[in-house]
């Protein structure tokens, strides 16, 4: 791949997150831009909460064409722009943000790239039951997408006090309807809702180094579930992700729904589709140190 040659007319796109210097985008997106010969470079700004306001100022007065923006920043921002997408409102979190001549718009491109991975794999969700592990910020994502799209859920949580679970649940169903248990992430509750469950997703961060030992999901529940998402992608391949595929179910890993969230907003912004293979290369260079 040939270096770019930045110039007086390079367009800039980045990312926004604290900390954030293990951030995958820079090369999915630089490396996208290279290989399409677009002129634009991607780069990510270490941006503490007491300076959200500012960068967000920045982007519009460097005319900055668009941007990532993750943790701790997903929520805060929303205040700051000029429009959010429904679909990220109702989720609470924003990740991608264009800015059309310093009208800043944002959106939650997780919840697309999880949807879009799990269909592109055979699975359309619409009348399936699924069980989701976890209840923080990706979680959202992925109870949104699901129940848009017409799925069933049942939600389980590690903390006792099952806060976010629940507060999830309330709010899945007040906006898609149907009952929506939430429950403690313990054996017992695993037993009872994945019997019957089409779709597991992992959400949580069990399984990601530097525990990439452990699993969410013990293996005799693995049995009879067609698809299990792990969003975790660090390693590539989990445990989890491991077990199911020997299990024999549809087994789909976080790397491919990071690409295309990644991909996602890189069209929005250049207004062309990025090439995923060399995105999810790159990224998978960086996951391995290389
Ligand atoms: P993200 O943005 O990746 O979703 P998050 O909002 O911090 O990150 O959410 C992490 C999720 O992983 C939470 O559901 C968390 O459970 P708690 O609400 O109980 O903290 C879950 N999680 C993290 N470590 C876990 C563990 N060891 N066992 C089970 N769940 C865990």
Same mark, same amino acid.
């Given at each position: ?35 399409? @010969?677009?002129?634009?470079?991607? $780069?990510? #700004?270490?941006?503490?909460?007491? !300076?959200?306001?500012? %960068? /967000?100022?920045?982007? +519009? ?74 209840? @923080?910020?990706?979680?959202?994502? $992925?109870? #949104?997408?699901?129940?848009?799209? !017409?799925?069933?859920? %049942? /939600?389980?949580?590690? +903390? ?131």
């Amino acid at each position: 791949m040939e270096k770019p040659v930045i110039s007086g007319k390079t367009k800039v796109c980045g990312v926004i997150g604290d900390p954030i210097e293990h951030s995958m985008s820079p090369v999915m997106h630089n490396a996208a831009f290279a290989e399409l @010969g677009l002129d634009y470079v991607y $780069v990510a #700004f270490h941006v503490k909460p007491e !300076g959200l306001e500012q %960068a /967000i100022s920045g982007l +519009r007065g460097f005319n900055i064409e668009g941007l990532n923006v993750t943790i701790p920043h997903k929520i805060a921002v929303m205040a700051l722009l000029d429009e959010i997408d429904p679909l990220a409102e109702q989720i609470g979190a924003v990740n991608t943000i264009t800015n059309r001549e310093g009208y800043l718009k944002g959106y939650n491109t997780d919840a697309s790239g999880f949807l879009e991975t799990l269909t592109e794999q055979g699975t359309d969700p619409a009348g399936k039951q699924a069980v989701v592990m976890g209840a @923080g910020g990706a979680a959202r994502a $992925v109870c #949104f997408s699901l129940a848009r799209s !017409g799925a069933r859920l %049942a /939600i389980l949580n590690r +903390r006792e006090e099952l806060d976010w679970a629940v507060k999830l649940a309330r709010e899945v169903s007040a906006t898609f309807g149907g009952e929506i248990p939430a429950m403690e992430l313990n054996e017992a509750n695993l037993a009872k809702v994945t019997d019957g469950a089409e779709i597991v997703v992992n959400t949580t961060s069990v399984g990601m180094i530097p525990r990439a030992d452990s699993t969410p999901l013990p293996t005799r529940y693995l049995a009879g579930k067609p698809v299990v998402f792990d969003i975790v992608y660090n390693p590539e391949v989990t445990r989890l992700r491991r077990e199911a595929a020997a299990a024999g179910c549809v087994a789909i890993g976080g790397l491919d729904m990071l690409v295309r969230q990644g991909a996602i907003a890189f069209e929005m912004w250049t207004g062309q589709k990025p090439p995923e293979a060399i995105m999810k290369r790159e990224a998978l260079r960086v996951l391995e140190g290389k």
